[in-house]
Structures are given as structure tokens and as C-alpha cells.
């Protein structure tokens, strides 16, 4: 199927390609300004895609707003400025834009009877090193028959593992059996918690809620305190895991993200630590 290509459109991050079937604006640059809404248009015609999807600074929504763009889900206080950042898209296609919003509610309903509660025994997670690059590479195709960015791939991994990324690894008989990665933003000094994988013969044991606390201690020493996840919307295991971690649920993306072949409705969650 491929993989999507991230590149600069001016002097902005771009994700394009057909695996996602969508522009992804994942970082903006507000030079760009207020030039980036045409051009984002122009390059999903161009390409003949569905969808175009924009994190981005609230102060720049008005103007996205106005050429049929629609807010999906809110971050409340992340920016730089102690603004909001918005996940915004503009659906070119009627299919694109539908969503089975009654499932995705009783899975929400279910995450609001859970309390926060703490998760222990995150003392055997490492943060991963590029000798584990191979291990989680096999985890990642063990586990996703597709993704949206191409975790499966060494070379991919390697270059994330130099800019930004966080990987961390449970290991048990030397088998990588679960995982996960925290993307730093240190523009607006949050991060999003992704990429958690768990292999099958090892699911049930809360690795999902271990791997979120212990990224979060790895987080705080650098002192990035707001974080994030976009959440497969139907999974409830995860769901909940970012409930009972303390996360507030803030909007859902409809059709966003090609994962294990197909287009899933993502949920956004969010979560920030009070420091003194």
C-alpha cells in the first residue's frame, strides 16, 4: 500500500499520500500565513484526496474556518502561548465525512464510570535504544497489518529516534512484547503518546496503562507536562487505559487515520501535570 510521504509545503510540515488518503498539516508555520489554507486546498485536488487535517494554534482557526474547514477536537492551553491548539479538517469527499458516532458513544460512556488509577510495575520498561530498532520493528508488523506512518520500518524508526521520538520497550524472555513512543513537540513543549503495540499472547496484563505512566516519568525529567494521544475510537482497551490514566476525552476525528487497512475514527484525549 505504501507509505505517505512528509515534506514542506512553504515553510510548514506536511504528511501527503494516498495510504491516509489525506494532507496532514502537522506543524505550522505561520509565515505561511494566510496563504497555507489555499495551497493545503489546492494540493488535495491536485492529488484526488479525501481529507485534510490541520493541528494547528487556535488564533489561526478563524481563517480556516472560513474556506469549510470544521473543528474536530480542541487541546486546551497546549500552544506556545498557553492558547489552545484545534485539530481542524476539510472533507472532500461525503463519505469521508460519516462516522458511526453510536458505537464510539457506548465506548465512551463505559470510559466515564473509570477513576483515575495509577498504574505500577513500570520499573521494567526501558526507554528504547536504536540497538532494539529490530525488535520493535517485528512488534509493530506483529501487531498493525497497516499504519499511517511507517513504523515497521528500521530506517524509519532510526530517524525518528534522532529527532524527537521516544521509544520504550517491554521485553520478557528477551521477546519485545509491548510498546510505545512519545512525539515531542518542543514548540509548544507538549507531546503525544502513540504507537502503543501489544502482542497478542500478552494482552490483558495493562501494559498499555504501564507504558503511558512510564513515558510520562520520562516526559516530566525534561520538563514537557501537557500531552496528548489520537486513539483508535473503537478500541475500548485503549480508551479506557487513557481514562484511568487520568486523560480527558476532547474530540473525535472522523476518519482520520489508515490503520490495519481501513479508515478509523480517532479519538483525541489530553492530559496536563501541574508543576511546582
Given at each position: 500500500?505504501?507509505?505517505?510521504?512528509?515534506?514542506?509545503?512553504?515553510?510548514?510540515?506536511?504528511?501527503?499520500?494516498?495510504?491516509?488518503?489525506?494532507?496532514?498539516?502537522?506543524?505550522?508555520?505561520?509565515?505561511?500565513?494566510?496563504?497555507?489554507?489555499?495551497?493545503?486546498?489546492?494540493?488535495?485536488?491536485?492529488?484526488?484526496?479525501?481529507?485534510?487535517?490541520?493541528?494547528?494554534?487556535?488564533?489561526?482557526?478563524?481563517?480556516?474556518?472560513?474556506?469549510?474547514?470544521?473543528?474536530?477536537?480542541?487541546?486546551?492551553?497546549?500552544?506556545?502561548?498557553?492558547?489552545?491548539?484545534?485539530?481542524?479538517?476539510?472533507?472532500?469527499?461525503?463519505?469521508?465525512?460519516?462516522?458511526?458516532?453510536?458505537?464510539?458513544?457506548?465506548?465512551?460512556?463505559?470510559?466515564?464510570?473509570?477513576?483515575?488509577?495509577?498504574?505500577?510495575?513500570?520499573?521494567?520498561?526501558?526507554?528504547?535504544?536504536?540497538?532494539?530498532?529490530?525488535?520493535?520493528?517485528?512488534?509493530?508488523?506483529?501487531?498493525?497489518?497497516?499504519?499511517?506512518?511507517?513504523?515497521?520500518?528500521?530506517?524509519?524508526?532510526?530517524?525518528?529516534?534522532?529527532?524527537?521520538?521516544?521509544?520504550?520497550?517491554?521485553?520478557?524472555?528477551?521477546?519485545?512484547?509491548?510498546?510505545?513512543?512519545?512525539?515531542?513537540?518542543?514548540?509548544?513543549?507538549?507531546?503525544?503518546?502513540?504507537?502503543?503495540?501489544?502482542?497478542?499472547?500478552?494482552?490483558?496484563?495493562?501494559?498499555?496503562?504501564?507504558?503511558?505512566?512510564?513515558?510520562?516519568?520520562?516526559?516530566?525529567?525534561?520538563?514537557?507536562?501537557?500531552?496528548?494521544?489520537?486513539?483508535?475510537?473503537?478500541?475500548?482497551?485503549?480508551?479506557?487505559?487513557?481514562?484511568?490514566?487520568?486523560?480527558?476525552?476532547?474530540?473525535?476525528?472522523?476518519?482520520?487515520?489508515q490503520i490495519s487497512g481501513g479508515f478509523e475514527d480517532m479519538n483525541v484525549?489530553?492530559?496536563?501535570?501541574?508543576?511546582v
Amino acid at each position: 500500500m505504501g507509505v505517505d510521504s512528509i515534506t514542506c509545503l512553504g515553510g510548514s510540515l506536511i504528511q501527503i499520500g494516498r495510504l491516509n488518503d489525506r494532507v496532514y498539516l502537522m506543524c505550522l508555520d505561520p509565515g505561511d500565513m494566510p496563504e497555507l489554507v489555499g495551497w493545503l486546498v489546492s494540493l488535495a485536488k491536485e492529488h484526488h484526496l479525501t481529507k485534510i487535517f490541520c493541528k494547528i494554534p487556535a488564533s489561526f482557526e478563524k481563517r480556516f474556518l472560513g474556506e469549510g474547514f470544521v473543528r474536530e477536537a480542541c487541546l486546551p492551553g497546549f500552544a506556545a502561548d498557553e492558547g489552545d491548539l484545534v485539530f481542524l479538517s476539510k472533507f472532500l469527499s461525503e463519505s469521508r465525512s460519516k462516522t458511526d458516532g453510536g458505537r464510539i458513544e457506548k465506548i465512551l460512556r463505559v470510559c466515564e464510570g473509570k477513576k483515575p488509577q495509577p498504574a505500577k510495575g513500570c520499573e521494567n520498561i526501558q526507554l528504547a535504544s536504536k540497538n532494539h530498532i529490530e525488535k520493535l520493528s517485528e512488534l509493530y508488523a506483529t501487531v498493525f497489518e497497516s499504519y499511517p506512518f511507517p513504523i515497521t520500518d528500521s530506517a524509519y524508526l532510526r530517524e525518528t529516534m534522532d529527532n524527537s521520538t521516544l521509544y520504550f520497550l517491554v521485553q520478557q524472555k528477551g521477546r519485545a512484547v509491548a510498546a510505545s513512543s512519545c512525539e515531542i513537540d518542543f514548540q509548544n513543549m507538549c507531546a503525544e503518546l502513540t504507537d502503543i503495540a501489544v502482542h497478542p499472547d500478552y494482552r490483558g496484563r495493562n501494559f498499555a496503562q504501564k507504558l503511558i505512566r512510564r513515558m510520562e516519568e520520562a516526559l516530566k525529567q525534561i520538563n514537557v507536562c501537557k500531552y496528548f494521544t489520537i486513539a483508535r475510537a473503537l478500541n475500548p482497551s485503549i480508551n479506557v487505559a487513557f481514562k484511568k490514566s487520568g486523560y480527558t476525552y476532547c474530540g473525535t476525528l472522523i476518519k482520520n487515520t489508515q490503520i490495519s487497512g481501513g479508515f478509523e475514527d480517532m479519538n483525541v484525549w489530553h492530559k496536563k501535570i501541574i508543576t511546582v
